[in-house]
């Protein structure tokens, strides 16, 4: 059981989005959810009908209310002697704000199921039921700080040559990073390049472990670098296209195991659905409901020890 617990940890070293999902989407939900750290204006002509006066928009504090619903599946294949292959679902409801138009904080409750097999006869179930906040912060027009947490509970069954066995399991995730963006100025083209980095840190607590063994305790923590491109292909529809590097940076496991491979590489697109119309400058408190709806794929691999696929919906409902 142990082993398997050590092997469970190994895979989510690199594998570990589950919950707070890929780096890919952080960035995706990010750029989706930015506000403008710039009040919008109206113009105001004078009674003679020449004088023409620009006026601010007042900043609300409380605005931009949004509510939505995300489902992930994955794929993970451990690519060792007898490396369990994971099918991992998600499926998340959240509800996000903006404060004084350049803070957004963001409240997610998911579930997780998953089911894992190798040839050999070994299988290994779980669920976990988890909380994902992300704090969001526009700095001027072409920077963004984002703060994602994720706490999440599990629960582990599985069976192995010597028998049946099961774990709980407690962990946490933080994931900081900045977003930089800015407009690619091609005629006739609507693009915007993006590049962002971040490290994050995983703890895990593997315990009350059926057959008794002791409780597996251990952290990693990954610094990631990311290149992205949107374009725009009409008012109402975004494809985007990006890669990721990322590179373990520490490891520890209180079980002696191997040290995972370091680096990792993923490759993700996107496209992006909008329905509705964007709100008019200065709508003083009119709604002007909005629908979104993303679809995202991502590969990870390049490495000795795992490859990933993963496929998420993502649809979010504004006022």
Known sequence: ??????????????????????????????????????????????????????????????????????????????????????????????FNFTL????TLS????????????????????????????????????LIFAL????????DA??????????TADSYVFNPFF??????????????FSASSGYRVVVINNGDIHPIAPDVDGWNGTFSALARLDYVLNKN????????????????????TQRPDDNTFALGTSATFSFGQKPAPCPQGKPSPRFTLTFSYQYDGFNRDYYSHSFTAVGNYSL
Request: with cysteine; proline share 6%.
């Open 148 to 155: 994602p947490f994720v706490f999440q509970e599990e629960n």
């Open 179 to 192: 977003l930089f963006k800015t407009p690619i100025k091609i005629p006739k083209q609507s693009l915007m």
């Open 100 to 103: 004084a138009s350049t803070t």
């Open 1 to 94: 059981m142990t082993a398997l617990a050590c092997q469970f940890f190994v895979i989510f070293a690199h594998a570990q989005d589950v919950g707070i999902g890929t780096f890919s989407d952080l960035v995706g939900k990010t750029l989706e959810q930015a506000p403008s750290p710039t009040p919008e204006s109206v113009i105001v002509r004078g009674e003679s009908g020449k004088t023409v006066v620009e006026v601010p928009c007042p900043i609300p504090f409380f605005s931009a209310p949004t509510a939505g619903w995300e489902y992930d599946y994955r794929i993970i294949q451990r690519t060792g002697i007898q490396g369990l292959r994971f099918d991992v679902n998600e499926a998340h409801a959240s």
């Open 107 to 142: 409240f997610d409750y998911f579930h997780v199921w998953s089911d894992g097999s190798n040839d050999a006869g070994t299988t290994q179930t779980g669920d976990r039921n988890g909380v994902r906040t992300i704090f969001q912060q526009t700095i001027g027009d072409h």
């Open 158 to 167: 599985g069976r192995s040559v010597t028998g049946p066995n099961s774990s």
């Open 237 to 256: 529809v975004r494809v985007s296209g990006s890669a990721t590097w990322s590179h373990l940076t520490n490891f520890y496991l209180s079980r002696l």
